[in-house]
């Protein structure tokens, strides 16, 4: 490969075996219990920039084919168990040309030089990575270190381009105590979806600032099915701290499934203040009504701070209700409210077709000194092949506009065909 990058650390079986932490006794298990898959996704990406602020180019156009391959061992069958997860992901360039990259599809050619995308606009032909991590249980305790895709609500690893966003790092849950989890962890670097190569992690909304440790602690306790309720706490040394408090409850009235989730982030600077005073008070909530094969969502979001949210760049936000496919409308002082609308077509006699349909629309944040507006509609439709040679190929089609004083107005489609096969 070309432009091959290799993240801490791969430990393969043998070398487990060969050192004496895995017995060979024990292989059995550590084997019977594993599993592996490979996803072939292909990603078409076209965003159109011709009336939005920055119009450095007219658009960003860009097809990629990707391969994703993860593994995951069982445990050893030992006082503490032992296991290793493998991921490796190979990129390859189908269309691109200067003047349309950038679509965080594949890494610039500037990102291997080590200079600005300005200076060489280039998409690389091919790009691969790969990484590992060792894990050790004990009970119902888990110990991951290596290469970590974490999905908690502070640090919620992407995946909406070609291949995931990972970090470095170790993290530990553990549910000894019945209807409780608890989890804390450290996260040291990150391998972005537009570059190749781990690298300190930069903050979202103050992308100039950056840092090589974030750590979290949370807890979730869960009753019953219906309710849940989770307070987690999470510092990017010497840039933002913040604590989310989250709660999720659902009730069955005759066909009727009504749920609703509230959140609050509370963000402020942390040690050095890289980023400067920072005060993001977020306060979000949705509820929903689901009836059959249709569900209908409504949300609200406020930022009652003076600065716009801190968080891991590009990662996805499960704890700020209108964070969706390209705005977050987290902007100092912004409101915003959304509509939903989902629906499967399997009640419709079509299996294997979803679709949604939604709306933001934000207000009363400022854009050089006067009150802006701004809105996003997103059209999703999914289909996934149910039966014949193709059984299990999905297509995804997801349609974006945006509208905005701050951002003007912009264009997108993304057409993302996929297919996983189980190897084990």
Sequence with gaps: MKYLQLRSPSVPLITLVASGLIPTYAQADFAQDSK??????NFYYNHDLRDSKAPAQSKMEEWAQGFIF?????????PIGLGVDV??????????SPDRSGSALLPGAYDRAGGPRKADPRAVDEYS??????KMK???TELKVGGLFPKIPLVYAGDSRLLPQFFEGAMLDSSEIDHFTFSLGQMRQVNYREFSGSRAMQTGNYLNVTSDRFNYIGGTWSPDISLSLAIWGGRLEDVYQQVLYTGTKFVDVGGWRLSGT??????????????????????SGLVSAAYGFQKVTLGYQYNAGDSALPFLHDTDLPGVANAIQVLRFDRAGERSVQARYDIDFAGLGVPGLTAFARYVHGEDFEVKGVAGKEWERNIDVSYVIQ????????LRLRNVEIQGDATGRRDENRVIISYTFALK
């Excluded at 990575?129 to 060792?134: C, D, I, L, Q, Y």
């Excluded at 039966?387 to 999905?394: D, E, H, M, R, W």
């Design 87 to 96: 991921y490796a992901g190979l990129g390859l360039k189908l269309d691109s």
């Design 129 to 134: 990575e790969a990484t590992a991590a060792v």
């Design 387 to 394: 039966s014949g040679p193709l059984k299990n190929l999905a």
């Design 138 to 140: 004990v009970s119902k």
């Design 36 to 41: 592996a898959a490979l996803t072939l996704r």
């Design 262 to 283: 509230l959140n609050y982030l509370d963000s402020d600077e942390s040690g050095a203040a890289r980023a400067g005073n920072l005060d993001s008070r977020m306060a």
């Design 70 to 78: 993860k593994a995951q061992s069982g445990y050893t069958d030992t």
